[in-house]
């Protein structure tokens, strides 16, 4: 039953990802809930049954928010990669759950994005505070050079026609050695990071 919902929950990233509409990429997203009801009604775990509660509860509050915006109500908007970012935390959770690791830090960081649909959390994101820390990064390697930036900004940024590899990794994991340009651009808050890039 876990290998079944780590199968699906990453069908849900990589369509999530390929699709364009919002509220196809939702349709998607709804997939997690439902799956992980039908696996606790097997294998009841309590964690499972928190997973359930924050994807339910995101879900709703997405559906919420962007009904709002089509109806034409744009008091809050949201980051425009905020599924795509969503999409990678239910990747994210699928690793957990398959190396039967804790995944609560990644529901951390699915709460705080769930946070900026609210009012309040997109006031504080207006302030400038960093309401949802990104948890996935894109690092980019030349591919002469066993370094890795992040910064878009960074003066060695590998980008076309230099050739490159790209890979995601969580913030903060050992993955050799880093920039130090792009580390002393995070260090004084003028890192513009990478996007998520669909690729
Ligand atoms: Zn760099």
Known sequence: MRSALVSEFRLVQNNM??????????FWY????SMVNRV??????????FLHFVLQTSYNAYRHRTSQIAK???????PS???DRTAHLIGEIANAIESN???????QTLSNLIYLTSGNGYYQSLKGIVVAPRLIMFYRQKIDSDIW??????SNWPDAPVSYTERQFKKGSKIGKLCKECLANEG??????????HE
């Open 149 to 154: 930036h992040w910064c878009i900004n960074c």
């Open 17 to 26: 990802l390929d699709e364009e509409n919002v509220n196809k990429k939702l």
């Open 30 to 33: 709804s997939a997690t809930y």
């Open 101 to 107: 690791e804790p995944f609560y830090d990644i529901l």
């Open 72 to 78: 034409g109500d744009i008091t809050i908007t949201l």
């Open 188 to 197: 004084a808050e003028i890192c513009i990071e990478h996007e998520y890039s």
């Open 40 to 49: 606790m009604n097997f294998d009841y775990n309590p964690s499972l049954q």
């Open 81 to 83: 990669d905020f599924l």
